[in-house]
């Protein structure tokens, strides 16, 4: 019975050192003898009990790695505090197994000492505008170095960048002038122009008052014109008809005079009118100017008459 047991306990230790099962994304290197044999891959896998064994396990998934700050000093000697974070992933699990004794130190302090060499080159404020170059500096400088080491630097960033206090404030008045600068050139372009938008208008409205008192006087002066120009064709026409009226009228009384017991009429009118004229005459001067013959109204009107048959014969 004692030795079933001892024979059953002797097997499940075998089967327990025989059998191994790898994690995805894991990888077991195996040494046989006390010297690397392979490297085990995810799933089942089959070991010599008490002729192999797992002497390294790593992670082959992405890794971050928080690199200690530390104090660098910039080109215009001034100390600044950087600290960062390391993304890594091993790719090769025999180099990280056998290429260093302790990879993840070997990154960090090669981190450290690379980031301080980049932040020596350069001044402090180029230090805050180039944050990308920093980075890709790093990267570039871990990732020739960790080859060896069976690890590939994926990226590096800076978490923060911590200038002394005093040349903190010295930033912030630096920045506060900049922007009180800014304040007062925006000031000063929106008062120009402001002054440009007032001169521009004063010119826009004196040219457009300029062309309407233009225009005005043009039309009053089409008006004026065209005013005596219809004045003048009244006028016209006014003299024109008062000559037809006047030829109808003396076309009308020569044609009275031919007719019968006319040269009476036109004799007994002319009397009549003589008598009225010589009547006015009397009555509203003082001054009487009288013909040699005006007791001879007859002779008078007798030499009218023959001034009307002459003028009746030449027309």
Same mark, same amino acid.
Request: aromatic content about 6%; charged content about 25%; overall charge neutral.
């Given at each position: 019975?004692?030795?079933?047991?001892?024979?059953?306990?002797?097997?499940?230790?075998?089967?327990?050192? %025989?059998?191994?099962?790898?994690?995805?994304?894991?990888?077991?290197?195996?040494? !046989?003898?006390?010297?690397?044999?392979?490297?085990?891959?995810?799933?089942?896998?089959?070991?010599?009990?008490?002729?192999?064994?797992?002497?390294? @396990?790593?992670?082959?998934?992405?890794?971050?790695?928080?690199?200690?700050?530390?104090?660098?000093?910039?080109?215009?000697?001034?100390?600044?505090?950087?600290? $960062?974070?390391?993304?890594?992933?091993?790719?090769?699990?025999?180099?990280?197994?056998?290429?260093?004794?302790?990879?993840?130190?070997?990154?960090?302090?090669?981190?450290?000492?690379?980031?301080?060499?980049?932040? $020596?080159?350069?001044?402090?404020?180029?230090?805050?505008?180039?944050?990308?170059?920093?980075? @890709?500096?790093?990267? %570039?400088?871990?990732? *020739?170095?960790?080859?060896?080491?069976?690890?590939?630097?994926?990226?590096?960033?800076?978490?923060?960048?911590?200038?002394?206090?005093?040349?903190?404030?010295?930033?912030?008045?630096?920045?506060?002038? *900049? @922007?009180?600068?800014?304040?007062?050139?925006?000031?000063?372009?929106?008062?120009? /122009?402001?002054?440009?938008?007032?001169?521009?208008?004063?010119?826009?409205?004196?040219?457009?008052?300029?062309?309407?008192?233009?225009?005005?006087?043009?039309?009053?002066?089409? $008006?004026?014109?065209?005013? %005596?120009?219809?004045?003048?064709?009244?006028?016209?026409?006014?003299?024109?008809?008062?000559?037809?009226?006047?030829?109808?009228?003396?076309? !009308?009384?020569? @044609?009275?005079?031919?007719?019968? $017991?006319?040269?009476?009429?036109?004799?007994? !009118?002319?009397?009549?009118?003589?008598?009225?004229?010589?009547?006015?005459?009397?009555?509203?001067?003082?001054?009487?100017?009288?013909?040699?013959?005006?007791?001879?109204?007859?002779?008078?009107?007798?030499?009218?008459?023959?001034?009307?048959?002459?003028?009746?014969? /030449?027309?």
């Amino acid at each position: 019975m004692i030795l079933a047991l001892v024979l059953f306990f002797a097997v499940v230790v075998f089967v327990w050192r %025989a059998v191994k099962v790898v994690p995805q994304q894991n990888a077991y290197i195996r040494e !046989r003898l006390g010297r690397y044999h392979d490297t085990l891959n995810p799933g089942l896998n089959i070991l010599i009990p008490f002729v192999d064994r797992i002497a390294y @396990r790593h992670n082959l998934r992405e890794i971050p790695l928080d690199v200690p700050s530390q104090v660098c000093i910039t080109k215009d000697n001034t100390q600044l505090k950087v600290d $960062g974070i390391l993304y890594f992933q091993v790719t090769d699990a025999q180099r990280a197994s056998y290429g260093s004794s302790d990879y993840v130190l070997a990154i960090t302090q090669l981190a450290q000492t690379t980031l301080r060499s980049v932040i $020596g080159r350069m001044e402090l404020d180029k230090t805050f505008e180039e944050r990308d170059d920093i980075n @890709r500096t790093v990267v %570039a400088a871990l990732d *020739e170095a960790a080859f060896s080491w069976g690890v590939k630097v994926l990226r590096y960033e800076i978490k923060d960048l911590v200038p002394p206090q005093d040349i903190l404030h010295a930033m912030q008045a630096q920045i506060t002038a *900049e @922007r009180e600068k800014r304040a007062l050139i925006a000031a000063s372009e929106g008062r120009k /122009q402001e002054q440009i938008n007032i001169a521009t208008g004063a010119r826009e409205a004196a040219i457009q008052r300029s062309e309407g008192e233009m225009q005005a006087a043009i039309n009053l002066s089409l $008006g004026n014109r065209e005013a %005596a120009i219809n004045q003048a064709q009244g006028e016209a026409e006014a003299l024109r008809l008062v000559a037809l009226a006047t030829g109808e009228a003396i076309e !009308r009384v020569a @044609r009275a005079v031919e007719a019968k $017991g006319g040269i009476e009429a036109v004799n007994f !009118r002319v009397a009549e009118q003589y008598v009225e004229a010589f009547a006015k005459l009397a009555s509203e001067n003082n001054t009487l100017i009288l013909p040699a013959n005006v007791a001879d109204v007859g002779g008078l009107v007798a030499t009218a008459m023959k001034v009307v048959r002459s003028t009746d014969k /030449q027309g």
